[in-house]
Structures are given as structure tokens and as C-alpha cells.
């Protein structure tokens, strides 16, 4: 079966430190990977997207950047951080292709930058 | 563009009430249609889907069918308790592009009390 994870859980960070998120799947190959942000009582925002290693498109441009440096494991990164990047990172895999377009979500990484 | 729009709440039900939540969508073609629910503190997970019109999804007891005609998909229950306490979000998939981009509503949130 597929699982897939995030880590942090939770991180508190000061205004301009950088930031590394990492998410990994197990279980499948070649999936297509999602960066979502959700600001506190807010719905989902798609920040990045990713159909193969190397491959980044970004939704939103700001001061955030992404990275799949393999197959399965995508990285949200930040060299500065901003008050306005505080909020509940998602990220989420679907099965390459056109097969099925079902995401499952990970646990989710708790930012509060102070 | 394709969109979602869903009552936004907050919805509070005793237990055992029905549930009805709204959602509405607009899209140029034939899209699958979802509905998420996010516990506290935790990451989507995948509720319900349906993928073409007058397909009935279903889990948990809840329900909600694709209705093309009025390009609905309203998610019901017929007896809520109270750990169906959560934020329900109705999403759309907009195939036709190579990663599937699925559009989420701004999220319901959902409060049961005994």
C-alpha cells in the first residue's frame, strides 16, 4: 500500500530564517507531487507541482521554491522567511498519468513564523 | 474557469440531525467530482468521489451524487455524530491537463454536539 509522509510535524521559525519541508512516498512509482498551503481558517492554496524529477511548476509566485531531487521526495524551501508563510503545509501524491486523478494528502507540517 | 463553491459555514448540528452541504461547480468538461474531509490538526482524506453524471458516491454513511443537469454534488448524511466534527471540502479534477490540477472549495466546517 501507499503511504506518505511529511516532516516536520510541527516548526517555529523567526521572520528570514530559511525553511525545509520534506515529504516522501512509499509505494508507488513516478507519482505526481503537490505543495498546498492552508493559511488558518482558509481553504487550500496550490503552491508547486511536480510530474517527474526536476520537473517544478509553480501556482503562486513568492518566496518559496520546491525541489524533487528523486523520484519520490519533494522539498518546500524558503532562504528568508516571511510573517505571511505562517500556516499548515500539505503536500500530496497522485498516480502518474491519466489513470485516476485521486490525491491523497499527507499529515500536514504546522509553520508559525514569528 | 473551473470552480467550486460551497456554504462555508460554520455549520453546527446536534447529533443525529440530518446533513446537507452544499456545493456547485463550473467546469468546460466532464470533471471527477470530491468530497475531503480534514480532522483537526490532520491532513485530507479522501471521503467520496464520482467520477461521471448521476454517480452516487459514498462512505461512512455519507452520500452525494453528481448531478450534471444542475452541476451539483451536494454531500448529505442522514445521522451525524459527534466525530463527524471536521472541515468537509467539495473539490473538482480538471482533466485534460497532465497533472490533473483538482480545485478545492473554500471548506465547511462541520460541529456536532451531543
Known amino acids: 500500500s501507499q503511504t506518505i509522509h511529511q516532516w516536520p510535524a510541527t516548526l517555529v521559525q523567526p521572520v528570514g530564517s530559511p525553511l525545509s519541508l520534506e515529504c516522501t512516498v512509499e509505494?508507488?512509482?513516478?507519482?505526481?507531487l503537490y505543495w498546498y498551503r492552508q493559511a488558518a481558517g482558509r481553504g487550500l492554496q496550490l503552491l508547486f507541482y511536480?510530474?517527474?524529477?526536476?520537473?517544478i511548476s509553480s501556482e503562486v509566485p513568492q518566496n518559496l521554491s520546491a525541489s524533487r531531487p528523486q523520484d519520490r521526495q519533494f522539498i518546500l524551501s524558503s532562504k528568508k522567511l516571511l510573517l505571511s508563510d505562517s500556516g499548515f503545509y500539505l503536500c500530496?501524491?497522485?498516480?502518474?498519468?491519466?489513470?485516476?486523478?485521486?490525491?491523497?494528502f499527507g499529515p500536514g507540517t504546522r509553520l508559525t513564523v514569528l | 474557469g473551473n470552480s467550486v463553491t460551497q456554504m462555508e459555514g460554520p455549520v453546527t448540528l446536534s447529533e443525529e440531525a440530518f446533513l446537507t452541504i452544499n456545493c456547485t461547480y463550473t467546469?468546460?468538461?466532464?470533471?471527477?467530482l470530491f468530497w475531503y474531509v480534514q480532522y483537526p490538526g490532520e491532513g485530507l482524506q479522501l471521503l467520496l468521489k464520482?467520477?461521471?453524471?448521476?454517480d452516487k458516491g459514498s462512505n461512512k454513511g455519507f452520500e452525494a451524487t453528481y448531478r450534471k443537469e444542475t452541476t451539483s454534488f451536494h454531500l448529505e448524511k442522514g445521522s451525524v455524530q459527534v466525530s463527524d466534527s471536521a472541515v468537509y471540502f467539495c473539490?473538482?479534477?480538471?482533466?485534460?491537463?497532465?497533472?490533473?490540477?483538482?480545485?478545492f472549495g473554500p471548506g465547511t466546517s462541520l460541529s456536532v454536539i451531543p
Open positions: 500530496a501524491w497522485r498516480y502518474g498519468g491519466a489513470s485516476t486523478d485521486t490525491q491523497y
Open positions: 509505494g508507488t512509482s513516478n507519482p505526481n
Open positions: 511536480s510530474v517527474g524529477i526536476g520537473q
Open positions: 467546469a468546460t468538461g466532464y470533471p471527477s
Open positions: 464520482a467520477t461521471k453524471a448521476d
Open positions: 473539490a473538482l479534477s480538471d482533466r485534460g491537463t497532465s497533472y490533473d490540477k483538482v480545485i
